[in-house]
């Protein structure tokens, strides 16, 4: 028996002894085990519903927000009035809920109220996006990366900073912010131009412009003006310039420039290297349109994640007990007459039976052997 | 040498083994069953050869890493892959058996599955992967999953073998059953099979095709003589599968598979597949969405989908280990199950839309 990895218990009867041995006895457990993860998930799922919250939160590049907004509420035409009053003296106070509740010249634990009933869930600190970009394969417009650059604000000082990835969120005070989507900002007079300047003789400066603000290229007389910008631009076949999607997918820049009285004007594509002007020997290079795109952030509270965890590896835990171990047993009854000893052996399985016979069919015929 | 090659190479040998083990059957001579078995497990290590090379091919396109850069990302991949399974599955159950008789059943689907791949043309192109699926759960995820669709497919084929090999009158349900649902399979194969014809001539992408033009060449066609051509058609077919379903019969009763062993082997599959879906599919699943999309669960078609197949096999067991119900009831049950699973894996990714649709892409 000790050979199966039985360990035998032992009786004594007048003229014979018995034994008895089990093994896998918890095999039974395992569906018990998997019937309790089911309510432990579902308990999970129960707290998140209650004590968890789920929104969104879009932060135009160089903005910050210290709420975030429920997806879950459905409003009447005058909880949306609130919603805006509220939203409106939250941002002119910059995220400071206190500050907004003198503003509307209420208290601040009435003004949190009736945040959370319209919708707005204060944060207890601020995110701001610093920038959004979206990386491609190569050339290509296959994207392969959407990232934002987060930074935690908290007391007015930054206590996180991170660039999020769509596998990888951020995560400050069991709130988690995801990315999930993008787009383009509105207004074009707020969008930055940055440039950035390399002269053959090693120094890269950056320039940071708007659109038709007149520059001058370091290190030259020359100077620049934006004068048109295209999120995606191509050429068509007789070479003139089109915008093909309103993303920043090939964001690209129509540069004039001015020498005393020459005047010429250049696309210069941020993805195209080719296109970067070269002036007198420094490449102008542009590195972003900052403040052309807002990022589209998902918010999660979910206290009751864990639970779902513990569930389902509870769950994973009796499946495995349930289908993948059993409960066996062996009575063997050895007794004596004169010379000769009698072994008796009974045996049983709860599952997988076919497989434990041949155990015993081995064993039996390897005690036959002995025997012999 | 590039990973093409060898899956040409594995897709040979897979029909090799599909006739040396029909032969196997007729003649039960051991010889030709050892080359079937043989043939199945070159054609395997040569198709796992090539599911490597396809894993450095798709690191060295770059930008990625090691673990990320598994070549299970859209439908052709993951059609290959499934094939894989199942001939990993068969060859643990003849070993573990020690019967041949299945190969005959199993090597076919396998080598036509490889051949309709080759013949629709379907994209093979590796594509880079998009920000989504840039994880290292989609290794363990899809995986898993695909494991356990290879087991549910198992138990498919041998409940409805239970069921051809244990069914006598025409009248009876089980019968009727059976032979209604090999004769849609037949159906729906012909009719895809006419719509890649048509549009391939047309000279439409495949993918396309999948996507806007299923039965269009028949079922939904402008015409409606066509349509109704093609609806009497399939009538015919379902007739006469459930007419001459006897010789099926006979075939397995000639072969000597008993019914007990089918039934074993329905419920065995299905324990083994079970646990590993729900863990590879159903809770790495949502510990990947709970990083990539904001919440464990998020009722995706997807989800959903796997949700309603893990609680018909879930039903499956409570029945058969709960109430002991054996023969053609579970083998009803076992079916049902796999029509859900290929649901899940191919109807979500072409009809439906959601979260979870990089196959069509």
């Known amino acids: 028996l000790r050979s199966l990895g039985f360990k035998p218990r032992e009786h004594g009867e007048g003229g014979s002894r018995q034994f008895y041995a089990e093994k896998g006895n918890y095999s039974r457990l395992g569906v018990y085990i998997t019937h309790l993860s089911m309510l432990v998930i579902m308990v999970g799922a129960v707290v998140g519903i209650f004590f968890g919250f789920k929104g969104f939160l879009n932060i135009p590049e160089g903005s910050s927000y210290s709420v975030a907004f429920s997806s879950r509420k459905i409003l009447s035409d005058i909880g949306n009035r609130e919603r805006t009053v509220i939203l409106n003296a939250i941002l002119s106070s910059r995220g400071d809920v206190a500050a907004a509740s003198a503003r509307l010249g209420v208290e601040e634990s009435r003004l949190l109220a009736r945040m959370r009933a319209v919708g707005i869930e204060p944060l207890g600190f601020s995110v701001k996006c610093e920038d959004f970009d979206v990386k491609f394969y190569g050339n290509s417009d296959m994207p392969k990366e959407y990232t934002s650059h987060l930074v935690v604000i908290e007391n007015g000082k930054a206590v996180m900073d991170k660039w999020i990835e769509v596998n990888s969120p951020l995560r400050y005070k069991g709130y988690t912010f995801y990315q999930s989507s993008y787009d383009m900002m509105n207004d074009p007079d707020d969008f930055r131009f940055i440039f950035r300047v390399a002269p053959p003789e090693g120094g890269v400066q950056e320039v940071s412009v708007k659109k038709d603000e007149p520059f001058s290229i370091p290190g030259t007389g020359i100077e620049a003006t934006v004068t048109d910008f295209s999120p995606a631009l191509a050429f068509n076949q007789e070479g003139r310039p089109f915008t093909y999607e309103n993303k920043m997918n090939n964001p690209a820049a129509r540069v004039v420039f001015r020498e005393g009285a020459d005047q010429y004007a250049r696309w210069i594509l941020r993805r195209q290297p080719a296109t970067w002007a070269v002036v007198e020997g420094r490449s102008l290079e542009l590195v972003d349109i900052w403040g052309s795109q807002y990022t589209g952030l998902q918010v999660r509270k979910d206290p009751g994640v864990w639970i779902v965890y513990l569930g389902c590896l509870i769950m994973s835990v009796g499946l495995y007990i349930a289908f993948f171990t059993s409960h066996r047993r062996v009575w063997v009854k050895l007794s004596g007459s004169g010379g000769s000893t009698t072994v008796m052996l009974a045996a049983s399985a709860h599952k997988n039976r076919e497989a434990f016979e041949r155990k015993i069919d081995k064993t039996m015929s390897l005690l036959r052997e002995g025997g012999k | ?361």
Not at chain 2, 194 to 199: A, R
């Open chain 2, 1 to 361: 040498m590039d990973s093409s090659l060898l899956f040409g190479f594995s897709t040979v040998l897979y029909f090799i083994a599909m006739i040396a083990y029909i032969v196997f059957l007729a003649f039960r001579k051991e010889g030709i069953g050892i080359a079937a078995t043989t043939a199945t497990i070159v054609g395997f290590a040569s198709q796992t050869a090539a599911f490597f090379m396809r894993w450095k091919e798709f690191y060295d396109m770059g930008q990625m890493g090691i673990m990320r850069a598994v070549p299970l990302t859209n439908l052709y991949e993951s059609l290959v892959f499934f094939v894989w399974s199942l001939i990993l599955i068969y060859l643990i159950v003849e070993f573990k058996f020690k019967n041949r008789t299945f190969g005959a059943f199993v090597t076919p689907v396998a080598g036509l599955a490889l051949a309709f791949i080759e013949m629709s043309g379907m994209s093979k192109g590796l594509q880079p992967l998009v920000p989504a699926l840039q994880s290292n759960w989609l290794l363990v995820h899809v995986f898993m999953s695909f494991i356990a669709y290879a087991t549910f497919a198992l138990s498919f084929s041998t409940a409805t073998m239970y069921m051809i090999a244990t069914t006598e009158k025409k009248s009876e349900g089980a019968y009727i059953f059976w032979t209604l649902t090999l004769g849609t399979v037949i159906v729906v194969l012909a009719a895809m099979g006419l719509d890649f014809l048509k549009f391939r001539v047309a000279g439409m992408n495949p993918d396309a095709v999948v996507q806007s033009f299923l039965f269009k060449a028949t079922f939904l066609s402008g015409s409606p003589a066509v349509a109704f051509a093609s609806f009497a058609a399939a009538a015919l077919v379902l007739f006469a599968v459930w007419n001459y379903g006897g010789v099926f019969r006979r075939i397995i009763s000639a072969v000597g598979i008993s019914p007990d062993m089918l039934d074993e082997i329905t419920y065995k599959s299905i324990a083994v597949g079970f646990p590993i879906f729900t863990l590879g599919g159903l809770i790495f699943g949502a510990i990947w969405a709970d990083q990539a999309w904001g919440s464990y669960w998020v009722w995706d078609p997807k989800e959903t989908w796997s949700l309603i197949t893990w609680f018909i096999y879930a039903f499956f067991l409570h029945a058969r280990l709960l109430r002991g119900w054996r023969g053609h009831k579970i083998a009803v049950v076992a079916v049902v199950g796999f029509v859900a699973v290929i649901f899940t894996y191919l109807g979500v990714n072409l009809l439906l839309s959601g979260l979870h649709s990089y196959g069509g892409q």
